[in-house]
């Protein structure tokens, strides 16, 4: 199958590449610079070069293809409401592009403030909708195609997706524990993160595409809740420093933007997911790959 890729070069899309090379895809993925260019032709795979800003050049990659995976996200957090924006139009464009196909369409989502005061699962319709809402109300959007003749199918990736190499979240907090000297959790430490390794994770992206039909959740979740305290723990022993809980009127300051996302509880269930496309999760746990020094370069 041909397929296009958006976010090629990050983190995910880079390990999801090679994972739909090794099955014998063909790909190509979605560049905006050289050094992404050069990264994705090294792996065997085809170049379209350009952004989420160039609708036109989205357009024209999905045109070409059998199957489109949309990885790419521009993570401003200094301008929230632009990614959003940028976000939408993306899917807009490419959704606009399939209809009529029946081609499939997997896009990266995520699991933050699905529910409240439990693991989110795959039957949760997402509810963010609308271009001011978070990632643009991206998933719903997809989901207005599936009756248009599009494969829509959403991924929501657990907020870690860990291993060697990870940039994330979890390399955010271990560089805020060792400016400040303190491996800090946000009040009692209670409050979970979902997390799952980043070969399982694109692994589960191939499978979707073969398997999953119209419409369909996929929960890229190997472990449902890892207390934050826990995270910090280890980041604390990996870099010998204390541990220590931040009062929540602190925590703004201590962590920065990030601050408001290690103090929401994010898990997930991902059984749903493992029962539809028989995927077992095989990778390393989030608190292992912190303790055998993953995130040392970070």
Do not use: C
Request: no cysteine; glycine share 12%; net charge negative.
């Amino acid at each position: 199958m041909r397929v296009f890729v958006t976010g090629a070069s990050g983190w995910i899309g880079s390990a999801v590449v090679g994972e739909l090379l090794d099955a014998g895809h063909e790909v190509t993925g979605l560049a905006r610079s050289d050094a992404s260019a050069a990264a994705l032709e090294k792996k065997g795979a085809l170049v379209h070069r350009g952004d989420l800003d160039d609708l036109d050049g989205l357009r024209r990659g999905a045109a070409s293809a059998e199957a489109v995976v949309h990885l790419a996200n521009k993570h401003d957090w200094a301008d929230p409401a632009g990614t959003s924006a940028a976000e939408r139009a993306a899917v807009q464009a490419i959704g606009e592009t399939l209809t009529g196909t029946g081609r499939p369409f997997l896009l990266a989502s995520g699991v933050a403030g699905l529910v409240r005061g439990r693991p989110a699962m795959e039957s949760d319709p997402s509810p963010f909708h609308g271009p001011g809402s978070p990632r643009g109300g991206s998933e719903n959007l997809a989901f207005e195609f599936v009756d248009r003749g599009v494969r829509a199918v959403s991924l929501r990736f657990a907020p870690t997706v860990h291993g060697t190499g990870d940039h994330g979240f979890i390399a955010i907090l271990a560089a805020i524990a060792r400016r400040t000297g303190i491996s800090g959790y946000p009040g009692d430490g209670t409050n979970r993160w979902s997390a799952v390794h980043v070969a399982d994770a694109a692994r589960l992206v191939r499978l979707g595409l073969d398997k999953a039909s119209p419409g369909t959740r996929l929960h890229a979740v190997a472990e449902e809740g890892v207390p934050t305290r826990a995270i910090a723990e280890a980041i604390a022993r990996a870099w010998d420093l204390p541990v220590a809980s931040i009062a929540p009127d602190q925590v703004p300051d201590h962590f920065g933007w990030i601050g408001s996302f290690f103090s929401m509880d994010l898990s997930a269930s991902g059984t749903a997911t493992r029962t539809l496309l028989d995927w077992e999760p095989t990778g390393p746990t989030l608190l292992d790959d912190i303790n055998t020094g993953a995130y040392a370069g970070s």
